[in-house]
């Protein structure tokens, strides 16, 4: 029972375009949500997060956009650059509750130059 | 000065035997995590420790057992180990259970 679903596996985008990462969940409980970038042979590190209170957070070149009606998040990179490339997780939890992260399995995505 | 610390990286041993992962955390943080990376890549949340208590047990057989010493440690035990035991095993701390975690570089398992 997935409460976090990244339903796109992979994603692959040229230098200087935009990438936009999905990320849907089932628990109308969450209230606080994170992406985290991850390399090989490394831990996940914090992106960005966003609470339930706002639609939008922005820093630098990501944004993460919360619908919550659709229940739905999703991570905008622009300009893409190849050091973007990495494995991002979806993440959420019920930070009244303080439960653990949740996470997607995670999309990889590929910058070319 | 790793913020999040785990020994060993790489870890291969025989089925049946025990073995422990260390993790220290440096940040000052009073919450803990134990995560279970799986062969279909899913992170899963394995335990949570805040200021030494144990918060969070989801459904793990009973040969893993954490152990926190104190706020800045928290060792994971596995008994009897199986093949299917096999992944990459996440520490992570936070301040208060809420905000972003901060991982360690994970520790691949594998058992033969």
């Known amino acids: ?113 | 000065d790793t913020a999040v610390s785990q020994t060993p990286k790489y870890l291969v041993t025989q089925m049946g035997n025990d073995k422990s992962i260390k993790c220290e955390q440096n940040l000052g943080h009073d919450t803990m995590y134990w995560y279970k990376q799986d062969s279909k890549k899913f992170l899963k949340i394995m335990f949570s420790y805040n200021n030494k208590e144990l918060i969070i047990n989801e459904t793990v057989p009973n040969r893993f057992s954490p152990k926190s010493p104190d706020k800045a440690h928290l060792n994971l035990h596995i008994n009897s180990l199986e093949l299917g035991d096999s992944a990459v095993y996440f520490c992570a701390s936070s301040q208060r259970a809420r905000g972003g975690y901060t991982f360690g570089s994970g520790t691949r398992l594998t058992v033969v």
């Open chain 1, 1 to 113: 029972d997935q409460q976090v679903k990244q339903n796109s596996p992979s994603l692959s985008v040229q230098e200087g375009r935009i990438s936009i990462l999905n990320c849907d969940y089932t628990n109308s409980m969450f209230d606080y949500f994170l992406w985290y970038k991850k390399y090989p042979a490394e831990g996940p590190t914090f992106l960005i997060s966003i609470s339930s209170i706002k639609d939008k957070n922005e820093d630098g070149r990501f944004t993460v956009f919360l619908n919550k009606s659709a229940k739905h998040l999703s991570l905008h990179i622009v300009p893409s650059q190849p050091g973007d490339s990495a494995v991002y997780f979806c993440a959420a939890s019920d930070n009244q509750a303080g439960t653990a992260l949740i996470f997607g399995k995670g999309t990889t995505l590929s910058v070319s130059s």
